[in-house]
């Protein structure tokens, strides 16, 4: 196994602890444990906890952004990142992989913010094509703000949108990030 492979193997192993107890649960022998490996393995790869931490809201961001890209796929109308970012936003539940991971890594970085200074570079980057989308930038603000809303409340479990309206909300914001305003169809009464 390279050294790449290995990262993502205890990576993974720190991801499953960390989305069971929670990133106080982090230590280099925990995760050695866990991915099967010495301890001495897991120093030479991330040698403090912080660096794992801080590779962990990477991968965690780098996800998001491919799941996105995905997404968009080969769609260049007009507003179709900023589509997808609505899309795979309201398509992760509380108990997705990404959400349980987020939430738990939240607590780890909080008071160390330079651990996402790579988080930020990316949202940076996120910023940049939305700007870019082709639709009037105040919407996209908006509609950027208003699924960081999601997101944030999310991880502090807190309903924001209730399961009923998440369909509506989410139909909404997607109607925003249209150049012009999309006409709504109107069925016509059978007879």
Not at 13 to 32: N, T
Not at 73 to 83: Q, T
Not at 145 to 173: K, N
Request: proline letters at 5%; hydrophobic letters at 50%.
């Amino acid at each position: 196994m390279d050294d790449a492979q290995a990262k993502e193997f205890v990576l993974e192993a720190a991801a499953l602890l960390v989305q069971e107890g929670g990133a106080e649960v982090l230590s280099h022998w925990a995760v050695a444990e866990a991915a099967g490996l010495p301890e001495e393995s897991v120093l030479l790869l991330f040698p403090t906890v912080e660096a794992l931490v801080t590779a962990m809201a990477d991968r965690l961001s780098a996800a998001f952004f491919e799941a996105v890209s995905a997404e968009c796929g080969e769609d260049d109308r007009p507003g179709a990142w900023l589509r997808a970012y609505v899309r795979v936003g309201f398509a992760l539940d509380e108990e997705a992989e990404l959400s349980r991971l987020a939430r738990a890594l939240l607590s780890s970085v909080t008071y160390r913010a330079h651990m996402l200074d790579s988080v930020r570079e990316r949202e940076v980057e996120i910023q940049h094509l939305i700007a870019a989308s082709g639709i009037p930038p105040e919407r996209a603000v908006v509609v950027r703000a208003a699924m960081e809303g999601v997101f944030f409340c999310r991880m502090f479990g807190i309903e924001l949108v209730p399961p009923a309206a998440r369909a509506a909300v989410e139909r909404q914001l997607i109607d925003l990030t249209w150049p012009e305003p999309q006409p709504r169809l109107r069925h016509r009464a059978a007879g």
